[in-house]
């Protein structure tokens, strides 16, 4: 499976369990298989969701050595 199922399942309010470290992981929202350090709040799913998509999504160019928001 990928993590987009996983968060797709997440959003429609399924348990989902993750085995490895995905970027939803570690925050309360599932059952982990594995530690996740360093992530101790704990955000509801749609706070993840907005973090994700609008906070931290940004464009790379590496011609020109530039970062930009999405």
């Known amino acids: 499976m990928t993590s987009l199922l996983g968060i ?3 959003i429609r309010g399924k348990a989902v ?3 490895g ?3 939803y992981s570690g925050w309360g929202l599932t ?4 530690e996740v350090p ?3 709040a ?3 799913i749609l706070r993840l969701i ?5 906070k931290y999504k940004y464009i790379f ?5 530039i970062t930009l928001p999405a």
Do not use: K, N
């Open 17 to 19: 369990t993750c085995l």
């Open 21 to 23: 470290l995905s970027f």
């Open 38 to 40: 360093g992530r101790q």
């Open 42 to 44: 704990r955000p509801d």
């Open 31 to 34: 059952q982990d298989q594995r």
């Open 8 to 10: 797709e399942a997440l």
């Open 61 to 65: 160019i590496p011609i020109d050595q």
């Open 50 to 54: 907005h973090i994700y998509l609008y």
